[in-house]
């Protein structure tokens, strides 16, 4: 098999696999619940940005100043993004749209920033695929198996903050399977153009972590705040732990 055809498979297998591996996880737990394991995915994407893909941005980067400027600019293009949605399903003073959402949705809108951070990051996994099966066959397999090892914590964040935003339990699946086609394309462009690639990597995994910083802290965690019983409080405070845990301890187990 090519160097090209092993880089098709490894990523489409990497992407696909983790996405069918957090579906079974997170759609088995039942409706009531999704809002209370939002907690959960406040921490795996926090840990995912500030555990893993930011201190590889960082460590792939010539300027630590330019990557603290490109995360600072990723956050303000998020906010003004979201900003685009609300003004596209608003044309009035008042607007639902405006006011507190309850807990079970927010018309959308964290599912889609989510997303977009998503694709970013799959689509560098393709490019760092690619980069690994350009150097050794062995070891573009092991990184596949290490990338699906990875993303399977932090699809099922995915999962939650798309049933979160509203969406269906297929529409989930769906947009997460679409998502991860991103690591075909970055894997397929990087085996014909990594030079050229190569010095977006650390910009692309900068934007990706200030998306999940981003959903995090503006949209999630606010909702949280509307339990501030005790009970609620530990339980969330366990859950974004695991969270946090569930990223650190992948990570861990891979290095």
Not at 158 to 177: E, I
Not at 180 to 207: D, E, K, N, R
Request: charge should be negative; aromatic fraction near 10%; include cysteine.
């Amino acid at each position: 098999m090519s160097v090209l055809a092993w880089i098709i498979v490894a990523s489409v297998a990497g992407g696909v696999l983790s996405v069918v591996a957090a579906a079974a996880f997170a759609f088995s737990a039942r409706a009531a619940h999704v809002p209370i394991l939002i907690s959960y995915a406040v921490g795996a994407l926090l840990g995912a940005a500030f555990l893993e893909i930011l201190p590889h941005a960082f460590a792939s980067a010539k300027s630590f100043d330019q990557m603290a400027a490109t995360v600072l600019a990723g956050i303000l293009l998020f906010f003004v993004l979201e900003k685009l949605v609300l003004w596209r399903h608003c044309h009035e003073t008042e607007c639902e749209a405006h006011e507190a959402q309850p807990a079970q949705h927010d018309h959308g809108r964290s599912g889609m920033m989510i997303m977009i951070g998503d694709t970013f990051h799959n689509f560098v996994d393709g490019i760092l695929i690619a980069a690994a099966f350009l150097a050794d066959v062995q070891l573009g397999l092991v990184t596949a198996i290490a990338i699906i090892a990875h993303e399977v914590p932090q699809e099922v964040g995915d999962f939650l903050v798309l049933m979160h935003s509203g969406y269906s339990k297929r529409y989930a699946f769906v947009l997460n399977v679409l998502s991860s086609l991103a690591m075909m394309v970055g894997g397929v462009l990087a085996y014909f153009t990594l030079q050229a690639m190569q010095q977006w990597i650390p910009s692309l995994l900068a934007l990706a972590a200030a998306s999940m910083i981003y959903v995090s802290v503006a949209d999630l965690i606010p909702g949280l705040h509307r339990r501030p019983e005790i009970r609620a409080t530990v339980q969330q405070v366990v859950l974004i732990a695991a969270g946090i845990g569930t990223i650190w301890g992948v990570g861990v187990w891979l290095h």
